[in-house]
């Protein structure tokens, strides 16, 4: 039976901002989808946070048995300097002072991401789609919306029509905002704006002379808003209805609530029936920004290249870092919470290591059924890991009482104590067993050296050792392939 029909999942929802029963639309399947990043810099440490926490709630739902398609874009055109509507395209920007290509500062950034993504061991997503890949299906939805009267252009630009919108839905209905407050909060038009309204958003800006990213359209040659590319490309592949929406809580506003009163107008319907909000990431209690020096990379963080922590952690210790948090509340990043949680994520790994060598008992002294069922209930609650990460530490605590023989475990409790926090630690939470992968280089080493043994012995024609390597590797599960490039190895 699949894991989902016993647990009931509650996920906090930032549209009603409760808990809530988490219920698919289709039975066994979730489609979910994280905004993605601007690819015009390093991948930010803060957004790292966030994507880091959603591949957690990916492999939850996969663990359950769900069948997930996970979607999480990058986006490569549009995104303006001050997140609307006004100044430069971030990468249009950022080519022109380093004088390349638009596309080379995307490939450049999109190859940065993905290669912080595997230090630290996400799981890919099953779609990642771009901006600049769904120009066609922009310009479409774009056309839709003017057709249902809640958009218009000027001078080659469409925008978005917020009062009009408001008259009939509620614009606000995620952020708590007011259109009235936002009336009063927007600064007045300058009377450069081509808009009917400073709260209304652009759909499609006209491209000016200098602006190398462009594509034709039937309002001018220009290119997409920032907040259309996920309406989009989130109905393109999950549909008009979908199950969870992510995204740091920054996204919240503008960026979500343009996104809902987007699909809402094409589909006339709820689009997301989940929202999920991370909080925000700071750096030795303060805000984290490349211009007062208070940055660091996620990679330099695992070379030990920069100024702001002592050491050099691994990924799996700043994963484990991370969970140790709750993805709503803020998290502080600092050499002194890195070096303690170096310290947990030992303890632990060392205990789920030494569960290996443990033999059965004839009697149980910790009840394991009950331990199982606290650790999923913890995910359960909204995916709440530091709660999750206490239990784990249950089970450390008794392996450690096994070792010094005042515990004991059934065959069969030793069975779900194993099965349950090697899903917990390495499925679920995503961390790496660097004792095993420390052992694998060992082995690696040993069996180049049997090797490079065997060589010498063929060129002194001691042919019966030569053998016995090769034969006694083979009843290890260690296999020799002779080929002119040498000889190679695998393990079965
Ligand atoms: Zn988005």
């Known amino acids: 039976m699949e894991r989902y029909k016993e647990n009931q999942l509650k996920v906090y929802n930032s549209l009603s901002k409760t808990k809530e029963n988490f219920k698919p639309i289709t039975d066994g399947y979730v489609g979910m989808y994280v905004c993605g990043p601007t690819v015009y810099s390093n991948a930010h440490l803060g957004n790292v946070r966030t994507f880091m926490f959603f591949d957690v709630v990916y492999r939850y739902l996969l663990h359950l048995g769900y069948k997930v398609r996970y979607v ?37 950034y999109t190859v940065d991401f993905h290669d912080v993504l595997k230090n630290y061991n996400f799981l890919p997503p099953s779609i990642e789609p771009t901006a600049t890949g769904h120009i066609v299906e922009q310009i479409e939805m774009i056309k839709e919306i003017i057709a249902k009267g809640f958009a218009y252009e000027v001078n080659g630009s469409v925008y978005f029509d917020v009062h009009e919108y408001n008259k009939k839905e509620n614009y606000g209905i995620l952020s708590g905002r007011k259109v009235e407050d936002l009336l009063n909060n927007t600064r007045a038009l300058d009377g450069q704006s081509d808009k009917k309204n400073p709260q209304d958003f652009a759909l499609w800006k006209k491209a000016d002379e200098k602006h190398i990213m462009r594509w034709p359209s039937p309002w001018s040659d220009g290119f997409p808003g920032w907040h259309l590319e996920c309406s989009v490309m989130s109905t393109k592949y999950l549909g008009e209805s979908f199950d969870i929406h992510g995204g740091g809580m920054d996204l919240k506003f503008p960026h979500h609530e343009c996104e809902i009163a987007q699909s809402k107008t094409c589909s006339g319907v709820k689009p997301v029936n989940y929202w999920m909000h991370t909080n925000m990431l700071s750096l ?51 050499g002194d919470a890195l070096e303690a949680s170096e310290k947990g994520h030992a303890k ?115 042919w019966a050792l030569s053998d016995q390597i090769r034969d006694e590797l083979i009843e290890l599960g260690i296999q020799l392939k002779d080929g002119k490039e040498g000889t190679t190895f695998s393990l079965n």
């Open 348 to 462: 632990l790994l060392e205990a789920v290591n030494f569960l290996e060598k443990i033999e059965a008992a004839k009697i149980s002294t910790f009840n394991v059924k009950t331990w199982k069922k606290e650790c999923y209930a913890a995910m359960n609650d909204d995916f709440n890991t530091p709660i999750l990460i206490s239990h784990l530490f249950e089970a450390v605590k008794v392996i450690n009482q096994i070792k010094e023989n005042t515990a004991s475990l059934t065959a069969e409790d030793l069975v779900i104590l194993k099965e349950t926090l090697n899903a917990f630690v390495f499925d679920v939470l995503g961390l790496m067993n660097e004792n095993m992968q420390n052992n694998s280089e060992k082995i690696n080493g040993v069996v180049e050296l049997l090797i490079k043994l065997r060589k010498e012995a063929r060129e002194n024609k001691d």
């Open 284 to 334: 030795n209690g303060q805000r984290m920004a490349k211009s007062t020096g208070n940055y660091i990379l996620p990679n330099q963080i695992l070379s030990g290249e920069n100024n702001i922590l002592p050491k050099s952690f691994s990924a799996s210790v700043v994963r484990f870092f991370n969970m140790q948090a709750n993805y709503r509340s803020i998290l502080d990043f600092s």
């Open 72 to 108: 999480r874009n990058i986006t490569d055109a549009g995104h303006l300097e001050n997140d609307a509507d006004e100044g430069e395209d971030k990468i249009a920007r950022k080519a022109r002072l380093e004088q390349v290509e638009p596309m080379e500062v995307v490939q450049r």
